[in-house]
């Protein structure tokens, strides 16, 4: 069975720094691994995913990730953080599960942003 | 276009109560989901449909039926309330094959009291 940690609980930093929230995986075969982000109050939103390719994936609002199988991480970056990114992110990873998909989620970072 | 939605919003009811959550999609996918946040933000998945077949089922108290009228639609329907039951259901949608995104609607806050 997969499963993800994601080991900073809460971050903080400030605005205009540099952003990197850490995400482990555990999955037997090529792992499908995405991160999303959910704002206060709202659902969760796709910041961006990785399948296969290149181990360097760009997403919106400015973000990227590094796959890195040796690792078995998929650390979310971003250089220079704004305010609007407060948020809780969400690292994930989907598998087959009897011919479906399942996906199973870390526990989340919440980004703290201060000025 | 508001492409998974849920209704309601916001659900404050006392225990013991039976309760039902809406959630439909317009974005033409085959496949739902239904998730419970609890208060420390951990997401579970509880059910998976697909073509209003039930595929995945979690270990989830048989006091929470899902049913799925036709595949834009997969409401909840929760007999006999508990406090622990409080928490925000996400409902989601992709499309089948392989392994996609998924498109989270707004949640609906449940609180038992």
């Known amino acids: 069975a997969q499963s993800v940690t994601q080991p900073d609980i809460h971050i903080t930093v400030s605005e205009g720094a540099s952003l990197e929230l850490r995400c482990n995986y555990s999955y037997g075969a090529t792992p499908y691994l995405f991160w999303y982000v959910q704002s206060p109050g709202q659902g969760l939103q796709l910041l961006l995913k990785?399948?296969?390719?290149?181990?360097l994936v760009q997403g919106i609002k400015g973000f990227e990730a590094e796959f890195k199988r040796s690792q078995s991480s998929f650390n979310l970056r971003k250089p220079s953080v704004h305010w609007s990114d407060a948020a809780e992110y969400f690292c994930a990873v989907g598998a087959k599960s009897g011919g479906y998909q399942k996906v199973t989620f870390g526990t989340g970072t919440k980004l703290q942003v201060i000025p | 276009d508001t492409a998974v939605s849920q209704t309601p919003k916001y659900l404050v009811t006392q225990m013991g109560n039976d309760k039902s959550i809406k959630c439909e999609q317009n974005?033409?996918?085959?496949?739902m989901y239904w998730y419970k946040q609890d208060s420390k933000k951990f997401l579970k998945i509880m059910f998976s449909?697909?073509?209003?077949?039930?595929?995945i089922n979690e270990t989830v108290p048989n006091r929470f039926s899902p049913k799925s009228p036709d595949k834009a639609h997969l409401n909840l329907h929760i007999n006999s309330l508990e406090l622990g039951d409080s928490a925000v259901y996400f409902c989601?949608?992709?499309?089948?094959?392989?392994?996609?995104?998924?498109?989270f609607g707004p949640g609906t806050r449940l609180t038992v009291t």
């Open positions: 449909y697909n073509n209003k077949e039930l595929i």
């Open positions: 989601a949608s992709s499309r089948t094959e392989g392994i996609t995104e998924q498109y």
């Open positions: 990785y399948f296969s390719g290149d181990t």
């Open positions: 974005l033409g996918h085959d496949t």
